[in-house]
């Protein structure tokens, strides 16, 4: 008997049959990515990491030796202006309310960023200072001069400078001392500097001092203690006396470990500079 042959496919066919194949090849791999991607769990989000000045290290108590030597770097108001006599000003007076040797280094005008009239900015000064003078504690003051040209560069030029005093007394515990208000209200700027001093010295490990925050100056005792004639807004007799005695009173605390980090921030409704 004979079989009978089944037709040969035509190219047609062939070609229709082998793009239907591929057509279900492709569908096969898609669908197997869809459920790969499916269970693979989405990638970690990244942890955000702090910088640097945001972290915040614990002083340790400040100790003074014996016959301590207290170094007081700043500005007018550490030089004694509106005093009736600049051996009157405040830093001047920590001598006798801390029982320490103080050696005082205050220009007028000067700030981190801004020049003073008897000399140049807090970088500058620092540069010159005496590696020989070897004091146990440094305690930098100020500045409100620097309000007028906050904030363009002014936490670059705080890191300098005290990067400059670390260096150059390195056994030193440093104090920073920030900013007391001139005028009331609170000028934004100040407060907006002793935040950013706040933050550096705590990134540091530095003992901060605030006037703003501690509110030294207040409408009740700012008549009696600051200078509004010819002072120029700078404290009066009394008021180098009462500061001195708030510096000592705070550098006590220091000693006890007491946390008086400030870390004070601007009110919506201070005066712009």
Do not use: C
């Amino acid at each position: 008997m004979t079989r009978a042959l089944a037709p040969r496919p035509s190219w047609r066919g062939r070609l229709i049959a082998a793009v239907l194949a591929l057509a279900v090849a492709i569908g096969a791999v898609a669908a197997v990515a869809v459920i790969r991607d499916w269970l693979t769990p989405p990638p970690a989000a990244p942890v955000a990491v702090a910088a640097p000045e945001d972290a915040v290290i614990q002083p340790a108590p400040l100790v003074f030796p014996d016959n301590p030597r207290v170094l007081v770097f700043g500005d007018s108001w550490t030089f004694g202006s509106a005093a009736s006599d600049p051996s009157l000003g405040y830093a001047y007076l920590l001598a006798d309310r801390l029982s320490a040797e103080v050696v005082v280094d205050g220009v007028r005008g000067s700030g981190y960023l801004k020049p003073g009239l008897d000399g140049g900015s807090f970088g500058e000064r620092v540069a010159a200072l005496d590696p020989a003078l070897d004091p146990d504690v440094v305690i930098l003051q100020g500045s409100i001069n620097d309000r007028r040209l906050y904030p363009a560069g002014y936490r670059e030029a705080v890191t300098a400078v005290w990067d400059t005093v670390a260096a150059t007394y390195p056994d030193a515990t440093v104090v920073i001392l920030g900013p007391a208000p001139q005028v009331l209200p609170v000028e934004t700027a100040t407060a907006q500097i002793d935040d950013d001093l706040a933050a550096l010295a705590a990134g540091r490990g530095w003992w901060y001092i605030s006037p703003v925050d501690e509110e030294w100056i207040t409408e009740a005792n700012y008549d009696a203690m600051i200078d509004t004639g010819i002072g120029r807004d700078h404290p009066s007799t009394e008021g180098h006396a009462y500061l001195a005695d708030r510096v000592a009173e705070a550098v006590r605390r220091l000693g006890d470990g007491a946390d008086v980090i400030a870390d004070a921030p601007a009110e919506e409704d201070l005066v712009a500079p």
